[in-house]
């Protein structure tokens, strides 16, 4: 079965979510922006989100998670618990 390491940013709003994608873009961390700004309790972890299958997360993330491109930020994608970043960091299939 398929499987994949991810990390995430949780905020409220897409304009934060577009502003923390682009200050990652211009080099900031991932981890120490997830710190500051997610309201994911994985947020202490720097957004790491571990190792998951195929339906073990909401379907807008497992569209994003086993499809896009390793280590480049994806996003916004919104779910029912707000808005997110994305990086997928590992895939096995």
């Known amino acids: 079965m398929a ?3 991810a990390r995430h940013i949780l905020v409220e ?42 339906g073990q997360m909401v379907k807008e993330f497992d569209a994003v998670v086993f499809s896009a491109p390793l280590n480049e930020v994806q996003g916004p994608v919104k779910t029912q618990f707000g808005y997110h970043l994305l990086e997928v960091t590992s895939r096995t299939d």
């Open 3 to 5: 499987q994949a390491g």
């Open 13 to 54: 709003s897409e304009a934060l979510c577009e502003e923390l994608k682009a200050r990652i873009s211009g080099g900031e961390d991932f981890a120490e922006v997830a710190k500051q700004h997610s309201t994911c309790p994985s947020s202490r972890k720097g957004g790491d989100l571990g190792e998951f299958g195929p």
